[in-house]
């Protein structure tokens, strides 16, 4: 039983291209979340989501950065126009459940996002 | 009102020592207080968690202490070994919230 999987590991972009960010949350986990880590700091939310539904994107910057769950296939979390301040890793983590009793985030290795 | 504070940033500990970090929050509409486990390379996994209905939980050698009017709690490693080495982070959730905060972290190092 695979755990999250997240790919690439390693990305590195130029300034000015798009970065894509895959995630595939673990059999049988419907909900997807999305977090940011940089140096020395704790984890920051970013988007959490549902198949094919966006529930909570507060956490997410308005511009350049979406993300998608769908139907079929992995989430993806989309950084267009990459600038040196998006460099962090992103992790990815699922869930079975949504706030039940036993509520469980099941992490990712993350991918390391590096802007040149 | 979201955030939560964690102590100290980073810990030394001999080993067989008590490792203790501490967690403090505003947002009394938290009701789901885990710990998390970090090793350099590798996403966090989930420790040990508790909710405001109790002060303590046990699990092997970790242990949540929960201080519910003082809006505190913290996570004791007791008999600590180098294979703990690790980031540690404390996060929050309200009842019917949809995301975790998460305290900055604590890098515990146990010397052998």
Same mark, same amino acid.
């Given at each position: 039983?695979?755990? +999250? ?33 940089? =140096? ?18 507060? !956490? ?13 296939? =992995? #989430? ?5 126009? +990459? +600038? ?10 699922? #869930?079975?459940?949504?706030? !039940? ?6 992490? !990712? ?8 | ?38 090793? =350099? ?12 209905? +109790? ?47 998460? !305290?900055?972290?604590?890098?515990? #190092?146990?010397? =052998?």
């Amino acid at each position: 039983n695979a755990g +999250v999987m997240q790919n690439p590991r390693h990305l590195v972009r130029r300034r000015g291209q798009e970065a894509r960010l895959r995630c595939s949350p673990m059999k049988g986990h419907s909900h997807v979340y999305w977090y940011r880590q940089l =140096p020395e700091e704790g984890l920051k939310f970013m988007v959490y989501l549902q198949k094919e539904n966006i529930i909570d994107e507060s !956490g997410m910057p308005k511009e350049r950065f979406s993300a998608e769950f769908p139907k079929e296939g =992995p #989430s993806i979390l989309r950084i267009q126009q +990459v +600038v040196r301040g998006d460099s962090a890793a992103y992790f990815c983590a699922s #869930s079975l459940y949504h706030r !039940g009793d036993n509520e469980k985030l099941f992490f !990712g290795s993350g991918t390391q996002l590096s802007v040149l | 009102q979201q955030q939560v504070k964690q102590s100290p940033q980073s810990l030394i500990v001999q080993k067989g020592g008590i490792s203790i970090i501490n967690c403090a929050y505003e947002n009394t509409a938290f009701d789901y207080f885990p710990w998390y486990q970090q090793f =350099p390379g590798k996403g966090p996994a989930l420790l040990i968690a508790i909710r405001p209905d +109790v002060s303590e939980k046990k699990e092997g050698r970790f242990t949540i202490s929960f201080n519910k009017s003082a809006k505190q709690f913290s996570l004791h490693i007791m008999d600590s070994q180098p294979g703990d080495s690790a980031t540690y982070f404390c996060a929050a959730t309200p009842a019917g919230g949809q995301n975790f905060v998460f !305290g900055p972290g604590t890098r515990l #190092s146990v010397l =052998p």
